[in-house]
């Protein structure tokens, strides 16, 4: 079972960025498409990006598409989410995932810890 590790929340005033990473252990992380889910207060857990094994052609949900960027560097066993353009309602906790792939939580049977994302208006 792979193992995540995030970083790289902080607190960031609107319209700044913030690039999170997520760490796997373990020698099959190629084998595992990548993602990250969020949550805010008092919300339900919300699909945000995911990324293939190859790292080609990564998804977005649709109000982070034009702002936020998934990429995965295999050789280094991470995936990097660079958010631009944060908005106080990207505030919330950030989940680094990993399994099959695809916006569903259900596709995902690997959860890191999460990462907290402020955003102040």
């Known amino acids: 079972q792979v193992q995540l590790v995030e970083s790289g929340g902080g607190l960031v005033q609107a319209g700044g960025s913030l690039r999170l990473s997520c760490a796997a252990s373990g020698r099959t992380f190629i084998s595992y498409a990548m993602g990250w889910f969020r949550q805010a207060p008092g919300k339900e857990r919300e699909f945000v990006a995911s990324i293939r094994r190859s790292g080609e052609r990564p998804i977005y949900a649709a109000s982070m598409r034009d702002r936020f960027t998934l990429s995965r560097e295999n050789a280094k066993n991470t995936i990097y989410l660079q958010m631009n353009s944060l908005k106080p309602e990207d505030t919330g906790v950030y989940y680094c995932?990993?399994?099959?792939?695809?916006?569903?939580?259900?596709?995902?049977?690997?959860w890191g810890q999460g990462t907290q994302v402020t955003v102040s208006s």
């Open positions: 995932v990993a399994g099959a792939g695809g916006t569903s939580s259900r596709s995902y049977g690997a």
